[in-house]
Structures are given as structure tokens and as C-alpha cells.
């Protein structure tokens, strides 16, 4: 199931305890007890890789690695290791407060959240206090924590829309890197598809209009998914008998589930082409949207060069 908001607590590595240890040199008894390592640091970094935050269980712990106590000898024990936890891009990260601590914006960059505790010190450092701190040594410091409410909006360049069984999942699969399920027990499923092109992220958002249309009244809850997006897709099968009831239709969803996504640029794209033996038909069929001043492209997945245009018009519009 799709999730979007959840809780976790992050946490760096404690440092490692001081050593107290000790070697005989012409029989004297001498303190060479080392400092503890550094506990790891606790880093986030987006990803474009994660659509959402099903990965992390309901306050889930991540941890760095503590460092490990001193050695003999003077030596420092060994550094924990630091911790990158993978976040999707338009991933928010609250504290308990409600304050925003950090919002990962772009993807491949890493962001250290937590610092790692500082070792303690061994008995070696003790050394000039004189025999009575023989066995003196201190605990490594704890790392920073943070009980954190993750909070996740998707990006998104590009919306679909349209009524089930209009395409969307197979034209988003044929232009993109995406692998949405196809066929109509899709809009079973309430997974956002992503999918990109070039540096273009298009949207499939199934429950924002399907849903509606089962009667469940989910539309809404999507809706701030959709806040990046700047270009709507319409997508309208050619096998509807009224072209522009079902373009109406969907239209009056939208405006009631969200101003601004009605109010963005617009792109019509007429499906399944290959469903219809005569061409005049799709060439009236897109005159019907052009007199509206819309822009129509007609489609099928069956045809590439289709598929090019439309491909071409989509980046020509974020050119
Ligand atoms: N003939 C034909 N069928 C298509 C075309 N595109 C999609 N379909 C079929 O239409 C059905 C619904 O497609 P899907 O992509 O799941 O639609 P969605 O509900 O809008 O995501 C599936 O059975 C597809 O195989 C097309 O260009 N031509
Ligand atoms: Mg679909």
C-alpha cells in the first residue's frame, strides 16, 4: 500500500569508551589506555529511485555504528560507520514539534542530519592526575537522536488523467522507465506510477479521477501529489461514442477536486487510433478539440512514430 506519511527515529553512533589498560616497563606499571572511536554520523540522501515511504515500518529505528572503545597502546578505537538513510525525492522531515528540520529536494545529494558521540577518553590521558587516576577513563558522548514524522510529496512535471481503460498505464510504460500495471483491475491499486523522461517526471495518478468514479471518494487525497505538476495530460479513448461528454466528464472531477490542476495547461491525447479503420474519423474527432483551442494529439501503442510526437511535444512544453 502506498504510504506517504510515517514516523521514525534516526540515530548517530554513540562514541566508542576510553580504555584503561596498562604496560610494565622496568617494572613500573604505566597507563597506555587509548581513546574510544567516533560513533558514525547519520546522513539522509534523495532518491528518485523510491516513490514512497512503504519501506520504513512505523517507528523504525536507523541507526549509525558506534565507535568501538579505545585500544592498548595509545591507539584510538576504531570510527563507526556512518549511516545514509535513501529518502524519495519531496520527502519533508519534521521534528516531534512539527518543525521542519530538513526537505529533500533533489536526488544524489547527502545531507548529514546527526553527529556521531566523541570517543572517551582513555587512562592514558589521565596520566599527568598521578596514580590516583591510575584507572581513571570516560564514557564515549551518545550520538545526536531525533524521533522524526516523515512527510512525503511527490514530484511531478506532468499529470494523467482520464477515465479507467483510457491508456494511461500503457502510454506511460511505452514513453517512460516505468513498469505500471495495465488493464482495468489497475485502478485496483492506489499507487502513484512514475515515470521519467529525460529529466521530465510524468505522473500516473490512479484514485485521483478513477477513484471518484468508483464512488469512494478518494480523489482528494492525492491531490497534494499533483502541487509540482505544471502540464495535464487528458487522455480519451477513441472508442468512446461522445468524445466530448467523456473530455466534460472529467473535467468537472478535476475543477471539483482541485482548482489549480484544472487550471493547468492543458494537452489532449485521443487514444487507441488503432481501434478505428477510418482516418477522417480521428481527424474529426481532433478538429472537435482544436475548435475548443485545445491541443490534441492523437495516439496508439501500437504505433511509435505516435508515440514520438507525443514524446516530442511533451519536452518541447518544459523547453
Ligand atoms: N487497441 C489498443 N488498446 C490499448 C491501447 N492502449 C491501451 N490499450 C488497452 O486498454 C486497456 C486499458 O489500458 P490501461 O493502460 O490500463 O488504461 P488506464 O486505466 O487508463 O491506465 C488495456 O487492455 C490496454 O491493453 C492502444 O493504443 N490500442
Ligand atoms: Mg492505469
Given amino acids: 500500500m502506498f504510504k506517504d506519511l510515517t514516523t521514525a527515529k534516526f540515530k548517530a553512533g554513540k562514541g566508542g569508551d576510553g580504555r584503561v589498560s596498562f604496560v610494565s616497563r622496568n617494572a613500573r606499571k604505566l597507563s597506555d589506555g587509548g581513546v574510544g572511536g567516533p560513533g558514525g554520523d ?33 591507539s584510538t578505537g576504531k570510527n563507526g560507520s556512518d549511516f545514509t538513510l535513501k529518502l524519495p525525492v519531496g520527502t519533508s522531515i519534521y521534528n516531534l514539534n ?71 498505464s500503457s502510454i506511460l510504460n511505452e514513453i517512460t522507465n516505468a513498469n505500471a500495471k495495465v488493464a482495468s483491475y ?32 478518494l480523489g482528494t487525497r492525492f491531490v497534494k501529489h499533483t502541487k509540482s505538476a505544471k502540464l495535464v495530460l487528458h487522455f480519451i479513448s477513441l472508442e468512446n461514442t461522445d468524445l466530448i461528454e467523456a473530455y466534460n466528464t472529467i473535467r468537472t472531477e478535476l475543477k471539483n477536486i482541485d482548482d489549480r490542476l484544472y487550471e493547468l ?8 487510433t488503432d481501434t478505428i479503420d477510418d482516418i477522417q474519423q480521428i481527424k474529426k474527432a481532433e478538429d472537435q478539440f482544436k475548435k475548443l483551442n485545445k491541443k490534441v494529439i492523437s495516439v496508439s501503442i501500437a504505433d511509435d512514430n505516435s508515440l514520438d510526437q507525443l514524446t516530442t511535444i511533451i519536452k518541447t512544453f518544459f523547453n
Fill in 42 to 74: 547519520f546522513y539522509v540522501e534523495g532518491t528518485t529511485n523510491l516513490y514512497d515511504l512503504s519501506f520504513i515500518k512505523r517507528d523504525e529505528v536507523f541507526k549509525a555504528e558506534d565507535g568501538q572503545i579505545g585500544g592498548t597502546n595509545n
Fill in 98 to 168: 512539527g518543525d521542519l528540520v530538513h526537505r529533500i529536494e533533489e536526488p544524489n545529494i547527502r545531507v548529514k542530519l546527526l553527529s556521531g558521540g566523541k570517543g572517551g577518553k582513555g587512562n592514558l590521558s589521565f596520566k599527568s592526575q598521578g596514580l590516583e587516576a591510575l584507572y581513571e577513563h570516560t564514557d564515549g558522548d551518545l550520538g545526536q537522536e531525533l524521533d522524526v514524522r516523515l512527510e512525503l510529496e511527490l514530484i511531478s512535471d506532468v499529470i494523467f488523467i482520464g477515465l479507467p481503460n483510457a491508456g494511461k
Fill in 186 to 217: 489497475a485502478f485496483t491499486t492506489l499507487i502513484p506510477q512514475l515515470g521519467r523522461l529525460d529529466n521530465i517526471t510524468l505522473m500516473d495518478l490512479p484514485g485521483l479521477i478513477e477513484k471518484t468514479f468508483e464512488g469512494k471518494g
Fill in 265 to 272: 495547461p492543458e494537452i489532449i491525447v485521443l487514444t487507441k
